[in-house]
């Protein structure tokens, strides 16, 4: 099946040991972790019960296409909101919506109780993701962190490169996600741009030195368009090879409608 095709599949809740167990297999496949790094069935259950909460996209058989796994938790002003901690889908299915739509889920569950943003973080490095994450869903992006996860993972994905993540909000009952949501793209002009790689993935496998160059070079423009009091609210992919683009713009309000 290509990454085109989208089988018929059911977005639900996660609630049974079995579809966690799927969620843990899931991990190993997606982003090839060994076990140690893997998190598992009981860290699932436990989340279950203290306010959090896994959505998975399954198919007519029961097997599952992908999931998304959000924590509850606190900002340092003791303010609530969510961390989405994971988001997969299979390989061969990642651009079939799939991802999208068990975001959607979030978006509307984090709406029903009442708590938001939601908040996550995702290489900025990585095309798709930020296409997904900043166009499509709306996320704005006022956080970078050096190498997050430090330097111990073993999973191929990561293996070579610092762990810097960049930490997005999506304030689920603004007007700029809603926009996002319905396709609408912000038309003013941005007042910077940082660049990346289309394919940081293929730059990796053919020559580590200059991956490792791009993420020194996105790391500093980031750290100084943020440090001067921009935002980053849009994005644009590459085409035909050329670089993607990160859109920021000056800070304003919107966090609410």
Known sequence: MTSEQQPPYTVRLCQSIEDFDQCVEMQRVVWRFPDAEVTPVRAFVITMHSGG??????DADGKMLGFSHALPAFDANKHPFIYSHMAAVLPGLQNAGIGHKLKLAQYHHARRIGVWPVRWTFDPLLSRNANLNINKLGAVVRTYHINYYGNFST??????????RLFVEWWVRSEHVANALAGKRRMDAPVAVVEIPYDINALKNEDMEAARAWQLKVRSGFQSLLADGLYCAGFEAGR?????RY???KDEHIEES
Request: no cysteine.
């Open 240 to 244: 035909d090879g050329d670089n993607s």
């Open 247 to 249: 859109l920021f713009f």
């Open 155 to 164: 999973s191929e994905m990561w293996r070579g490169l610092d762990t810097d």
């Open 53 to 58: 909460f896994t959505y998975g996209a399954f």
